[in-house]
């Protein structure tokens, strides 16, 4: 307590003691004094309340405030999901400028697909696009976006198609490191659960190390893949017995494609549909070529 404080509250118990000491007609004429002094405080500040709310303003009723006040949440919650909504779009909207200017600068003959199909079980192993035989789309075609190789196709019928994803071990891709002369073979890794799976790069030489975000494309080995696509980044190297592998972050976000391009392959072989005739398409099953 500071010394000013001790003042004060000194002062005010000698004043007590006084007020206490006094003849009880004084003391009644004191308190008196004391009260109209807080009562003109009191008024001047009713005076300022009905100022800033007058006393003429009708009061409504609990519920109609209520009611007000649930219909201005609502209005908020619409409003908020109009906005949301609105992001979406113009994300969406860019995404597909992107897009767009991909295909337009792209070298190769690409055909645009959506994927409507994706299982849980299957979810880092296949999915099915729209685009089949009738759109150009052979077995064994590679399938990309603009971030890089998504997969190939496995199967083609009229109208769609199932692509086996880079994620899965059943499709190798023959790959290269960026900067280097060092080559081997892309696959997915086996029974992958994670969020966003890694991809390893098998059959490097031992001494290849190479450093981490260090950036691995197709090789162009086997002829299936063109070479120079983005298969992802290395992330940490690691010596076997016989050879070196690369752990690979694909480039891909195999979490979130939606649209997805599959380059047309050049004089595919032709095969009969349902009906008996031939047209221009790739085989029904995919080969065991990289």
């Given at each position: 307590?500071?010394r000013?404080n001790l003042?004060?509250?000194?002062?005010f118990?000698?004043?007590?003691?006084?007020?206490f000491t006094?003849?009880?007609e004084?003391?009644?004429g004191?308190?008196e004094k004391?009260?109209?002094?807080?009562?003109?405080?009191?008024?001047?500040?009713?005076?300022?309340?009905?100022?800033?709310?007058p006393?003429?303003e009708?009061?409504?009723?609990?519920?109609?405030?209520?009611?007000e006040?649930?219909?201005?949440?609502?209005?908020?919650?619409?409003?908020e999901?109009?906005s949301?909504?609105?992001?979406?779009?113009?994300?969406?909207?860019?995404?597909?400028?992107?897009?767009?200017?991909f295909?337009?600068?792209?070298?190769?003959?690409?055909?645009?697909s959506k994927?409507?199909?994706?299982?849980?079980?299957?979810w880092?192993n296949?999915?099915v696009i729209?685009?089949?035989?009738?759109?150009?789309?052979?077995?064994?075609?590679?399938?990309?976006?603009d971030a890089?190789?998504?997969?190939?196709?496995?199967?083609?019928?009229?109208n769609?198609?199932?692509?086996?994803?880079?994620t899965?071990?059943?499709?190798r891709?023959?790959?290269?490191?960026?900067?280097?002369?060092?080559?081997?073979?892309?696959t997915?890794?086996?029974?992958?659960?994670?969020?966003?799976?890694?991809?390893r790069?098998?059959f490097?030489?031992?001494?290849a190390d190479?450093s981490?975000g260090t950036?691995?494309?197709?090789?162009?080995?086997?002829?299936?893949?063109p070479?120079g696509?983005?298969?992802?980044?290395?992330k940490?190297?690691?010596?076997?017995d016989?050879?070196?592998?690369?752990?690979?972050?694909?480039?891909?976000d195999?979490?979130?494609?939606t649209y997805?391009?599959?380059?047309?392959?050049q004089?595919?072989?032709?095969?009969?549909?349902?009906?008996?005739?031939?047209?221009?398409?790739?085989?029904?099953?995919?080969?065991d070529d990289?």
């Amino acid at each position: 307590m500071t010394r000013a404080n001790l003042v004060a509250l000194v002062a005010f118990a000698g004043l007590l003691v006084w007020v206490f000491t006094l003849k009880p007609e004084v003391r009644t004429g004191f308190q008196e004094k004391v009260l109209g002094v807080f009562s003109k405080v009191q008024n001047a500040g009713d005076k300022v309340r009905e100022a800033v709310i007058p006393d003429d303003e009708p009061k409504r009723p609990y519920d109609e405030i209520a009611e007000e006040n649930a219909a201005l949440r609502l209005q908020n919650a619409q409003l908020e999901i109009q906005s949301q909504e609105l992001d979406r779009l113009l994300t969406e909207n860019s995404r597909f400028r992107e897009l767009l200017d991909f295909e337009q600068g792209s070298v190769f003959s690409l055909i645009p697909s959506k994927i409507i199909g994706r299982e849980t079980p299957t979810w880092w192993n296949t999915v099915v696009i729209n685009r089949g035989y009738r759109q150009n789309v052979s077995v064994d075609s590679p399938v990309v976006t603009d971030a890089g190789l998504v997969g190939k196709t496995i199967l083609v019928e009229a109208n769609s198609s199932v692509v086996v994803l880079l994620t899965d071990e059943r499709c190798r891709v023959g790959a290269k490191i960026a900067g280097s002369k060092e080559q081997g073979i892309a696959t997915g890794a086996r029974g992958a659960t994670k969020l966003s799976p890694d991809l390893r790069l098998r059959f490097l030489s031992k001494d290849a190390d190479p450093s981490p975000g260090t950036k691995v494309y197709t090789s162009n080995a086997g002829g299936l893949f063109p070479s120079g696509i983005a298969i992802g980044e290395v992330k940490e190297f690691q010596k076997l017995d016989l050879y070196g592998e690369a752990l690979l972050r694909p480039a891909v976000d195999f979490g979130e494609i939606t649209y997805v391009f599959v380059i047309e392959r050049q004089n595919p072989p032709p095969i009969s549909d349902a009906s008996g005739s031939e047209e221009r398409v790739g085989a029904v099953t995919a080969s065991d070529d990289l």
